[in-house]
């Protein structure tokens, strides 16, 4: 691993100073990043850390005014064993209860969640062996090579991996916004294909707090997700719902570049009770713009009855 300096921040001001000095990256739980530094998976290499965890007062879940506010470097394992959001923002709770394994929730932030860049094992193989275009490469070697955890719904800029996040699908379904140092982002709008990022931030943007509103009375909200491994895994598919109260959202990730708004799943279902029939009926229109690669094509079946559960699920929460 290539030496960093490590500066541990008192305020968000103090990050963004930092940040800006040249080859700088935050660092929250790590559980990313620390992995990618070890393996050398990119051709840059930041020479600071700066510790965000160490900021007083970004490690909160509290509802104000209707609105559940949960601070960037809220750990995951606070999020998922927290009762009001169980109770009113459940796909959000579930999504977080499903990432890796206890020690990763308990190190990894929501922050780290939504910002963690993608998987690929030509993109995350150690030293950088593949300069692929996610590394300003001329390549996707996923295209032709093997390609069976990738997109479902074609390439963003030429590359098929996907984006992973548990809880991003969870935060879309559920209408959140993220706030960043320098403006709010609807989280249906968050997540971009970037070199290497995944997100829409800027260089030195950071995230500083996400906020849910409150969802309508009668709305309910649930997440699945579909790995190979019953514990630690990455998704295959997951899908986070919420219904009732108003317009359905469904959201999907691993099976693009970026999370997948169900937009179609969500016209056929709207205004309509949640039963069988109709579940199956918006998990069909959920993968109509599907374009599976020979390798994922097993992956369309698993997101139909994802996105079908997900539904029936509201009804017993
Ligand atoms: C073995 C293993 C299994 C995993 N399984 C899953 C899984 O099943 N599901 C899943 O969703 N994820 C999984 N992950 C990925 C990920 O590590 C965790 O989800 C975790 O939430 C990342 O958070 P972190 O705080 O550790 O991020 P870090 O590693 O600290 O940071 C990740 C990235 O986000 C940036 N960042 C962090 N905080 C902010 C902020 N506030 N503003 C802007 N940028 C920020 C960092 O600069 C870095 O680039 C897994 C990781 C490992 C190692």
């Not at 559980?31 to 290499?45: A, V, W, Y």
């Not at 020479?47 to 506010?69: C, M, S």
């Not at 548990?166 to 559920?174: M, N, Q, Y």
Request: charged residues 20%.
């Amino acid at each position: 691993m290539k030496a960093f300096n490590h500066t541990n921040a008192k305020n968000l001001a103090e990050a963004k100073t930092a940040l800006a000095k040249g080859e700088a990256e935050l660092i929250a739980g790590g559980t990313d990043l620390i992995g990618r530094l070890k393996d050398n998976i990119l051709p840059l290499h930041p020479t600071a850390l700066i510790n965000i965890k160490t900021i007083d007062g970004l490690d909160y879940i509290k509802e104000e005014a209707g609105v559940l506010k949960i601070g960037a470097t809220t750990r995951l394992a606070d999020i998922a064993a927290n009762s009001v959001i169980s109770q009113k923002y459940t796909a959000l709770a579930q999504a977080a209860g499903r990432v890796a394994t206890p020690h990763v929730r308990d190190m990894g932030t929501i922050g780290g969640n939504l910002a963690q860049l993608h998987r690929c094992w030509y993109f995350r193989k150690p030293e950088n062996r593949f300069p692929c275009v996610r590394k300003n490469g001329t390549t996707c070697y996923a295209m032709t090579g093997d390609n069976r955890y990738h997109s479902i719904f074609g390439a963003v800029n030429r590359c098929i991996a996907v984006n992973i996040s548990d809880t991003a699908p969870a935060l879309i379904a559920l209408n959140a916004k993220i706030l960043t140092t320098s403006r709010t982002i609807d989280a249906d709008s968050f997540f971009d294909v970037k070199n290497p990022g995944n997100t829409v931030l800027a260089a030195g943007e950071i995230i500083k707090e996400i906020q849910i509103p409150a969802p309508p009375a009668g709305a309910r909200s649930a997440f699945l997700k579909f790995a190979i491994r019953k514990s630690i895994d990455f998704p295959i598919v997951n899908c986070a719902v919420l219904v009732g109260g108003g317009p359905a959202r469904i959201a999907l990730n691993a099976v693009a570049p970026k999370p997948y708004r169900a937009t179609k799943a969500e016209a056929v279902i709207a205004g309509k009770p949640i039963n069988d029939a109709n579940a199956e009926a918006a998990a069909a229109a959920a993968l109509e713009d599907a374009k599976p690669l020979t390798a994922t094509r097993y992956k369309l079946q698993i997101a139909r009855t994802l996105v079908k559960r997900a539904l029936l699920r509201t009804r017993t929460l």
